[in-house]
């Protein structure tokens, strides 16, 4: 089924819960370097004078900002003009909302400040109703940033060239910043777990409304159609902020069955639904959004999908681009790699050290594009660092809930920010909590507690290793199960699976990063030994697949990569995303079927 929620509209920012009226404030915005840091001292945020133009969501380091400027510069600043209206200001709130803004961003209206947020990757929004006046208003926006490697920084460089998989640093805002009026009484939120065995939708309403509201003269109508026909409605009383509810989706309205249609890989499956808020059955907000009826769990050492064995064929995505770096250059840049994906032959991907923009969400949510969504990693251990990434990593796993595609959680990855986890109790504890933290949120997601290796607490046990030889690979691992899931040392690497203290329970097992292969005749970084011909990449990239894929507890793989990222040149494609081998051949060898393997989908 091809989905497309209901007001989606091209570029709008929020698939998931949508409203129609909203302005894009993307393009062109006043900027400034503010390397001495006297802006605030000297008030550029009452009479904002830019020394050049930016084009917003690009950062400066960026071709497509306008500037190109990859130094560091830890404070900068935007301005633009907005217009409000002030009859709609006595009657609705004015939201602005940031999609990503790398690290402190502060806001001031008309020269008051509107408010600040921490963290590189969340949304945020800010209220500025107050702040409005009728007619043209002015926005200053301060962002700071550092090499500061406490912070949740990804894959963002912390010192000033460029080395191994690190790359140039990402400052300021680089995601798309938009506003939108919203009823003074509205939908704050949304959260929808889907309920297959029941057939049913558990719903958790967030509203926003005066405490005399909460008096039985508040509903939430939801609407549920699939492929425009129309499902069930069902009415919830409000009598609180958050009130919760359960919409039966297996019976159309009257009471005749009805099929639930589930979403896979296969079959991509999404329900529309519409939510409104009504007062005395008067509409007072309205929502569109969508879902899909969609189970992932895990039974033993196996990872079922509807109740069926899934085996993942993912793909490490990083999410960058040449002229734009971090930030997609269109929406159609986002839907591009997708698609090239399938043609590859995987059925998912690895969104490695980035929350990708919500709209690449929505498009593997309509294609069936299975994801593991990952947090931007500290690379040092503190009081700090921990409070940080807490924060922004429960904001991540609350703003993306609702997306069916994302079928794993991955806050950690290969010890980064954690680099003493093996034996050091406090980092020990900090990755249950997080893990605990999540599971408390999404208790139905499986999460991955350190990818790669030295594993705590963790719901799916995950190797890397970028070893050359499809035999050396099968050897390794085929026949020594209980010796590499243990906390002894299993490859060269000097890792083990698991961190001291901590046991194989006879969780899933999938090699989460192997291959990286890269060619001789390009100049730059990849791993191991470089090929010469398309030949050589296409005998080695078979071998070491299929040796994976005969390994009969090993349950998935995650290849890197999908495309070039500045140095590092071990992509399928080029950071143009032009393919370097036969996509037909890497499909085939991915999709081929692989003795015990014969029994996943």
Known sequence: MIHHAKCYSKDYPRPQFVRSNWENLNGTWEFRFDDEN??????????????????????????????????????????????????????ENYVIHFEGSDFLTTLWVNGQMAGSHRGGYARFSFDITNLL??????????????????????KQRWQKENYGCWYVQTT??????????????SLKNVKMTPVIEAGTLEVEYQVDALECMWDGSLCVE?????????????????????????????????????????????????????????????????????????????????????GSPLYQRLILDQGYWRDSHLTPPDEEALIEDIDKIRALGYNGLRKHQKTEDERFLYWCDVKGML??????AAYDFSDYAVSEFTREWMEIVNQNYNHP???????????????????????????????????????????????????????????HDYEASGEIFKSRYGDLKDEILSSEVYHCYMKSALANGYDYTGQPVIISEFGGIAFNEDRGW????????????????????????????????????????????NGLMDIDRNYKVDSEKIREINERQVGFWRQYK
């Open 172 to 185: 300021g805002i680089w995601k798309t910043v938009w506003s939108e009026y919203v009823p003074k009484m």
């Open 371 to 376: 994801v593991w969504s990952e947090m931007a």
């Open 405 to 463: 595609c994302i079928i794993t959680w991955t806050p950690f990855n290969e010890s980064w920010g954690i680099s003493q986890v093996k034996t050091k109790r406090p980092q020990q504890h900090f990755t249950e909590a997080i893990y605990h933290l999540t599971k408390s949120m999404d208790p139905y997601r499986p999460v991955i507690v350190n990818d790669g290796w030295e594993h705590t607490v963790s719901d799916i046990i995950t190797l």
């Open 133 to 154: 006046r009728d007619g043209e208003n002015e926005l200053v926006v301060k962002v700071e940033d550092s090499f500061d490697m406490q912070q949740p920084r990804g």
């Open 222 to 306: 939801a609407d549920i159609t699939f492929g425009g026909e129309f499902i069930n409605r069902v009415s919830t009383a409000v009598i609180s902020e958050h009130t919760c509810a359960k919409i039966d989706v297996s019976k159309k309205n009257g009471g005749y069955e009805w099929v639930v249609k589930t979403w896979s890989p296969q079959e991509a499956n999404l329900y529309d639904i519409s939510f409104a808020l009504k007062k005395d059955g008067e509409v007072m907000d309205k929502v569109d959004s969508y879902f899909a009826m969609r189970e992932i769990r895990i039974d033993g050492n196996n990872i079922l999908l509807n």
């Open 38 to 91: 006297v802006g605030e001292r000297e008030k550029w945020y009452e009479d904002f004078n830019g020394a050049c133009k930016i084009q917003v969501p690009f950062t400066y380091e960026t071709k497509l900002s306008g500037i190109e400027d990859e130094n560091r510069h830890d404070h900068i600043w935007y301005g633009r003009k907005i217009l409000a209206d002030g009859s709609r200001l006595e009657k």
């Open 526 to 569: 990849g791993y191991g030994d470089k090929v010469n011909t398309k030949e050589d990449f296409i005998e080695r990239f078979d071998k070491i697949t299929t040796a994976i894929k005969e390994i009969p507890y090993v349950c998935g793989y995650c290849y890197t990569q999908v495309s070039d990222v500045q140095q590092e040149i």
